[in-house]
């Protein structure tokens, strides 16, 4: 037999992963957890998100925040570069 009748494509379905989160109100509510590219800017990481629905709130986790390499400027209520990252 050929190679092509033993091939077989690689495949990576695309896997549905809901998790119950607890709101800063209470709220109960569940949502879709996955991976995404996230841009600001010139800035780009790769994490995991919970995916908003029409309501919720937009936000910026701490990991993210770490992964663009930005911080919050309080003063001027902006992200900005956060520095240098530390080396090995």
Do not use: C, S, Y
């Not at 050929?2 to 209470?26: Q, S, V």
């Not at 995991?48 to 993210?64: N, S, Y």
């Not at 390499?69 to 080396?87: E, R, S």
């Amino acid at each position: 037999m050929g190679a092509g009748n033993n091939a077989r494509k690689a495949r990576h379905p695309a896997e549905k992963k809901d998790l119950a989160f607890t709101t800063a109100n209470g709220q109960q509510v569940t949502r879709n957890v996955g991976f995404a590219i996230v841009q600001v800017d010139k800035h780009f990481t790769v994490d995991e998100v919970v995916f908003a629905e029409k309501g919720d709130l937009l936000l910026l986790g701490a990991r993210t925040l770490a992964g663009l390499n930005l911080t919050v400027d309080p003063q001027k209520k902006k992200l900005v570069a956060a520095g240098p990252l530390p080396a090995a």
